[in-house]
C-alpha cells in the first residue's frame, strides 16, 4: 500500500476535479496518468506542477516536443521512477521512437551519471591531488548511439545537473553551445527536468 494512495477522478472534488479536467484537455486523453492522481492529494501541488509541466514538459517551445521527452525519459531514468518512464517511454514511442531510441537515452543518462560521480569526488575531494590523473573511464556511449549530439549534450546537462556535478554542467553547457544549440533550449532543458524532479520526489514520499 503507497504511504499516499491516488486520488481518483471519482473522488476528485472542487479544485482537484478541474485541474484533472484541464490535465485530460493538455494530454488529450480522457485518461489522467497515475502521477497525477497522486499529486492529487494536494490541491497546491498539483496545480503548480500542471502549470510547469503545461509550460515545460508537455508541447513545444525552444525544445520540440519529442526533445521534451527525451528529457523526460532521462530524468524518469536516472531517478528509477517507473510511472514517469513508462508515460515518457509511451509519448516517444508516439512521437516515432524506436524501442532501441528508448534504450539510447537510458544508456547516456546512466553513463552521464558514471562521469558525475568522478568529477564531482574530483571536485569536491579538497585536494589537487587527483587533478593530474586520468579519468580511466570507458565512455563510447556518447557517441555510440542512434542519438544526436546535441540530444547527447542536452541530456548530459540535465543529469550533470540533477546529480550536482558543477564541472559536468559547465563542460556540457559549453559543449552543447559550441553545437549550436540555443541557451534557451538548455534553460527550458533544465526547467523539465525541474519539473519533473519535483513530480518524482513526491511520489518517492508516497510509496509509489
Given at each position: 500500500?503507497?504511504?499516499?494512495?491516488?486520488?481518483?477522478e471519482?473522488?476528485?472534488?472542487?479544485?482537484?476535479?478541474e485541474?484533472?479536467?484541464?490535465?485530460?484537455?493538455?494530454?488529450?486523453?480522457?485518461?489522467?496518468?497515475?502521477?497525477?492522481?497522486?499529486y492529487?492529494?494536494?490541491e497546491?501541488?498539483l496545480?503548480d506542477?500542471?502549470?510547469?509541466?503545461?509550460?515545460?514538459?508537455h508541447g513545444?517551445?525552444?525544445?520540440?516536443?519529442?526533445?521534451?521527452?527525451?528529457?523526460?525519459?532521462?530524468?524518469?531514468a536516472?531517478?528509477?521512477c517507473?510511472?514517469?518512464?513508462?508515460?515518457?517511454?509511451d509519448?516517444?514511442?508516439?512521437?516515432?521512437?524506436?524501442?532501441?531510441?528508448?534504450?539510447?537515452?537510458?544508456?547516456?543518462?546512466?553513463?552521464?551519471?558514471?562521469?558525475?560521480?568522478f568529477?564531482?569526488?574530483?571536485?569536491?575531494?579538497?585536494?589537487?591531488?587527483?587533478?593530474?590523473?586520468?579519468?580511466?573511464l570507458?565512455?563510447?556511449t556518447?557517441?555510440g548511439?542512434?542519438?544526436?549530439?546535441?540530444?547527447?549534450?542536452?541530456?548530459?546537462i540535465?543529469?550533470?545537473?540533477?546529480?550536482?556535478?558543477?564541472?559536468?554542467?559547465?563542460?556540457?553547457?559549453?559543449?552543447?553551445?559550441d553545437?549550436?544549440?540555443?541557451?534557451?533550449?538548455?534553460?527550458?532543458?533544465?526547467?523539465?527536468?525541474?519539473?519533473?524532479?519535483?513530480?518524482?520526489?513526491?511520489?518517492?514520499?508516497?510509496?509509489?
Amino acid at each position: 500500500m503507497p504511504r499516499i494512495p491516488p486520488v481518483s477522478e471519482a473522488d476528485a472534488r472542487d479544485k482537484v476535479a478541474e485541474t484533472y479536467g484541464r490535465v485530460r484537455e493538455m494530454l488529450g486523453t480522457d485518461r489522467i496518468p497515475g502521477p497525477f492522481l497522486v499529486y492529487g492529494n494536494v490541491e497546491a501541488f498539483l496545480r503548480d506542477f500542471y502549470m510547469n509541466f503545461k509550460k515545460f514538459v508537455h508541447g513545444a517551445g525552444k525544445l520540440d516536443e519529442k526533445g521534451r521527452a527525451v528529457v523526460g525519459l532521462a530524468v524518469s531514468a536516472n531517478a528509477a521512477c517507473g510511472m514517469w518512464y513508462e508515460f515518457f517511454a509511451d509519448r516517444l514511442r508516439a512521437l516515432g521512437s524506436m524501442e532501441g531510441e528508448l534504450h539510447d537515452i537510458v544508456a547516456v543518462a546512466s553513463t552521464n551519471a558514471m562521469y558525475n560521480t568522478f568529477f564531482k569526488f574530483r571536485d569536491i575531494a579538497g585536494s589537487d591531488l587527483f587533478e593530474g590523473l586520468p579519468v580511466g573511464l570507458r565512455a563510447h556511449t556518447f557517441s555510440g548511439t542512434s542519438l544526436d549530439d546535441q540530444t547527447v549534450e542536452l541530456i548530459n546537462i540535465v543529469i550533470s545537473d540533477l546529480n550536482a556535478c558543477k564541472p559536468c554542467v559547465a563542460g556540457h553547457v559549453k559543449k552543447a553551445r559550441d553545437l549550436g544549440v540555443a541557451d534557451e533550449a538548455i534553460l527550458e532543458a533544465v526547467q523539465c527536468a525541474a519539473t519533473l524532479q519535483s513530480g518524482i520526489r513526491f511520489l518517492e514520499a508516497a510509496g509509489c
